[in-house]
């Protein structure tokens, strides 16, 4: 889209300079420390890579945008000179999408955090795209309202990283997720021009640009801000909780609850596994759990009504409701579950490493692709592998497994992990499942975006990339596998 | 994405033989009846123009596919001649979207046409693209079950029209919109690659393919095969209605209705105008006119003193049941219904052209943009221009125009009807508005994709166009102002 000549430069002092010119002052920093935290994400086998003194992939400038103006001037300059740009929203990514890349700059959107309108009338809030979730959540409930979205990462991730990752909160099965909740957006393409889609409920004129933004992880555009719709902020929640007698069992009242449309907000069905460590602390024994939670309004007595008779029909023993406020409380302790999930106390290196894969899939075959995922995983687990499933629709759900990958050291964890994940990947398509139903894809799975979208799907996505950067410098190597 | 080397034929009759041979005897039709009878779908203009005489765009041929693989041997043997291609379901697009092009071909899919499967446990259905809705309904109903999806056009569409013009059927306040309802898709692009994403409740590997295909009129791919969500069929349907003391007033109350989120299935507010014509025969006087609907379930009876509470808070008086009923009973009747909000027997020519705008905003705005359409509309028409909001969401709705145009004969008319629409779509703009809410655009409406996308929008979309369909050889003309 970019007409301008490119330019070289021979030293990378004067490449900066030429950027740091279009910028407000400060704009550009090289500071170390700065290089340092910008280079990788929440990405567990960068960390392990990190925790063993490997070096990572270090920016060589991180480029903090005031405004749309400076993201649009950053990326003129990085189409003019060819330099890799990769955004960054608050790094909390756990697939390597915002690492860094050598000879590129970060472009961190943490100053762009102002909540900038609230329409009452139409539930909606317009918001910069660095915005943190819990400050977004803060202006909100101020008002009465939420976003509904609230995904474990809540508090170190934002707007913009919610839309480029597609992130689905805990509470979709009640609210949506981010893309239900997308009303309009501003981005800047890689030539530096800004396209702005207007808020509007729905719209048929062509296809949706908003949408192909959505999940594209930094690699066709620059999110600069963004309007959400919003909900009224309920008084509080009610919880109810069961242990079906098997996990298959569970999987049938899960769907069934979900089919019967019966208002919830989160529903998660923890197998064997996941439920000791989740609820150990409250004298959870054995078997799976099933936590169903919904808003305390007036509605709540016939949720509450509905979802134990369907229990019941199912052979479902009734748990404390205590299950669902714990997990509530304790959803974001992302750290803490995890160790005693694996029963570690170091998460990560020397030979270490604990990761989460969330596939999805339609109900019809969602105990095979439980079934097979696990196997996969198990294959290369040094602890059992625990998984729940959660965001129930009418047509299937996803399943989120944890596992603790060991090796005798890092080198041998790292091929590993890498191994786990293709054979989980393969396992998945197999299944019929899809590799991601949140997290995206990064670098961690872009080596099996072939096999989910074909290799014709997966030309179109390379041609479609090709036309709005054709010069490669949003987010290379990260969605597309290898080089375009 | 095609490389096969441009081949060229200098008789038409030698290029039509080099498709033939690549398809099952019979594919290829020339008859001058089905040459004619699909020269172009349901847009009033042509309608006009062809009711006057004037030659319509013909295509050299009319392409019959049976199978996924015929419609790609007809786009690769397109890319390699050069031969624009219009993509077909039933016919009943309302923009020009299935005109065809001279020198061009029609892929008529409507013998594509099987429900494949029906999956009870994900509630999904498995279906051709050129299915019609009413065979589709028939199918899923005889299992109880429907897909909710219920445009007026039900039975003269198809499901891959649907997804290609981005539908939204009657009851989408209760069952979502075709994207909604998009669980997986088989499509072909322009060199004959067949993509199939698979069928998930979500997935957040890369940007929705599936999304880019809703609302691409033919330009980027032609949709094949489908995977819908499906739901189980209502026993029946309850009405209640209103009249509130005015239209501003009665978007306050369909606001507070949308948002409370009572789970309506169809909420349509008329403007006096279109509420007398509508009602008429059940005797309404004057004032505009609310009709609420839902299913008739255990929860119809609190759905009802809802809506009956917020209705009396706003001051709306009830007006009988038989209202909904009534509309419910004649929703389809488009035609008997155009005649009685025109009070002409004629719709067509000489001199008269009938159409719908129907256009979409937050609810914030919604009060400006139907006075700022209505006054646009009005300046050219030569009835009183009648509105409907239908398709409430929590953030805005859709308001529905119907005006009928006047010239002392059929040029002036012409005339008079872009000039009418122009002037609609920049009032629209202006006050906020998305230019269609699910028409779609044809080629009505491609002049005014600038306007609603911005250039640099445009020039987005422009790029994925070139990029998917570098010869152009998909719907020329459709969607995208001018040629690329």
């Keep these: ?150 995904p474990q990462s809540v508090a170190i991730s934002s707007v913009g990283g919610w839309i480029a990752a597609r992130s689905a909160g805990q509470a979709s099965a009640g609210y949506g997720a981010i893309e239900d909740l997308l009303l309009g957006l501003e981005a800047v393409l890689a030539g530096g021009d800004v396209i702005t889609l207007r808020a509007t409920p729905r719209s048929a004129a062509g296809p949706d640009l908003r949408r192909l933004l959505v999940g594209s992880e930094g690699t066709l555009g620059v999110i600069t801000q963004a309007r959400l719709s919003v909900a009224p902020l309920p008084d509080g929640y009610r919880w109810c909780a069961f242990r079906p007698s098997s996990f298959a069992d569970g999987i049938a009242l899960a769907r069934d609850l979900a089919q019967r449309d019966v208002r919830l907000m989160v529903l998660r069905l923890y197998d064997e596994a996941d439920a000791a460590v989740t609820f150990g602390t409250l004298g959870h024994e054995d078997g799976p759990a099933l936590v169903v939670g919904f808003a305390d309004d007036r509605r709540a007595g016939d949720i509450l009504e509905d979802v134990g008779r369907a229990a019941s029909s199912a052979g479902a023993e009734p748990l404390p409701d ?118 995206g894809v990064g670098i961690l799975k872009a080596p099996f975006l072939e096999e989910e979208l074909g290799a014709a799907g997966l030309a179109a996505l390379r041609a479609v990339k090709g036309a709005l950067d054709p010069r490669g410098i949003l987010n290379p190597g990260k969605l597309l596998p290898g080089e375009p």
């Excluded at 189409?79 to 740009?85: N, S």
């Excluded at 909390?92 to 009338?121: H, K, P, T, Y």
């Design 1 to 150: 889209m970019n007409r301008a000549p490119a330019r070289h430069y021979h030293r990378r002092v004067d490449l900066l300079a030429s950027l740091a010119e279009r910028l407000p002052e400060g704009a550009v920093s090289t500071h170390p420390g700065e290089l340092t935290s910008r280079s990788r994400d929440a990405w567990p086998l960068a960390m392990l890579r990190e925790a063993r003194g490997e070096r990572l992939p270090r920016p060589m400038a991180v480029v903090f945008p005031r405004s749309t103006e400076d993201v649009a001037a950053t990326l003129a300059w990085a189409t003019e000179t060819g330099t890799a740009v990769v955004p960054r929203g608050a790094g909390s990514g756990v697939c390597g999408g915002a690492q860094a890349v050598w000879r590129g700059v970060v472009l961190d959107l943490s100053f762009m955090n102002r909540v900038l309108a609230i329409d009452r009338e139409s539930m909606a809030v317009e918001v910069e795209a660095g915005t943190r979730g819990d400050r977004l959540e803060s202006a909100l409930n101020r008002e009465g309202l939420t976003t509904g979205h609230y």
């Design 322 to 439: 205590a299950y669902g406020e714990h997990w509530w409380k304790h959803r974001n302790d992302a750290v803490d579950l995890y160790r005693r999930i694996m029963g570690e106390e170091r998460m990560l290196g020397p030979g270490v490493v604990v990761d989460s894969a969330e596939v999805a899939g339609l109900w019809s075959g969602l105990s095979r692709l439980y079934a097979a995922v696990r196997e996969a995983l198990a294959e290369h687990a040094a602890r059992p592998v625990a998984c729940h499933l959660s965001h129930p629709y009418r047509s299937g759900a996803s399943l989120y497994f944890t596992f603790l990958l060991h090796g005798d050291d890092d080198q041998v964890a790292e091929r590993r992990y890498l191994s786990c994940w293709r054979d989980a990947a393969r396992a998945c398509h197999g299944a019929g499942g899809t590799i991601s139903h949140h997290h």
